[in-house]
């Protein structure tokens, strides 16, 4: 799974709850899901500081 495919999920369940089209019974495991999902970007969004922190970091020891 991409990053953005991530968060278009995430995206359409915000949206799903806002507008209450979930139906009750399926609400428990759409927070689940968006709880992996914003897990899954916080950690794509560390993971891509991290690499672009490395490279600013090689580009100034040149």
Do not use: G, H
């Amino acid at each position: 799974m991409t990053y953005q495919e991530a968060y278009n999920q995430l995206q359409a369940i915000v949206e799903e709850v806002e507008t209450e089209a979930v139906p009750l019974d399926e609400l428990p495991d759409r927070i689940r899901l968006a709880t992996d999902l914003i897990a899954f970007c916080q950690n794509r969004l560390r993971a891509v500081e991290v690499e672009y922190l490395d490279a600013l970091e090689r580009i100034s020891k040149r």
